[in-house]
């Protein structure tokens, strides 16, 4: 049974960092390429990052591009996700996903940005 369980979110004021993790269980985590995925308030789902199986590899989307970091440890089947310089619009559950839709991921971990 797959299981994803997201941590690390919280509160934080624009410009401050937060670090997500998700732990994996029930699945080969080292053979699937991982994502980040994220819903704000009254949207739908919005792909943020992907990893690669070694995780050397990470795309992310324009709006997170140069603030956020994903990478994995596949010896602890553990995905992060490193925010710095927050946003306001950042403000989202985070979900860690093993499939660009978000259709298999977890309960999620709160990010609230404001000052």
């Known amino acids: 049974q797959v299981q994803l369980v997201e941590s690390g979110g919280g509160l934080a004021q624009p410009g401050g960092s937060l670090r997500l993790s998700c732990a994996a269980s029930?699945?080969?985590?080292?053979?699937?390429?991982m994502y980040w995925v994220r819903q704000a308030p009254g949207k739908g789902l919005e792909w943020v990052s992907r990893?690669?199986?070694?995780?050397?590899?990470?795309v992310y989307a324009d709006s997170v591009k140069g603030r956020f970091t994903i990478s994995r440890d596949n010896a602890k089947n553990t995905l992060y996700l490193q925010m710095n310089n927050l946003k306001s619009e950042d403000t989202a559950v985070y979900y860690c996903?093993?499939?660009?839709?978000?259709?298999?991921r977890g309960q999620g971990t709160q990010v609230t940005v404001s000052s």
């Open positions: 996903a093993r499939d660009s839709y978000g259709s298999i």
């Open positions: 029930g699945f080969t985590f080292g053979i699937y390429c």
């Open positions: 990893i690669n199986t070694s995780g050397d590899n990470a």
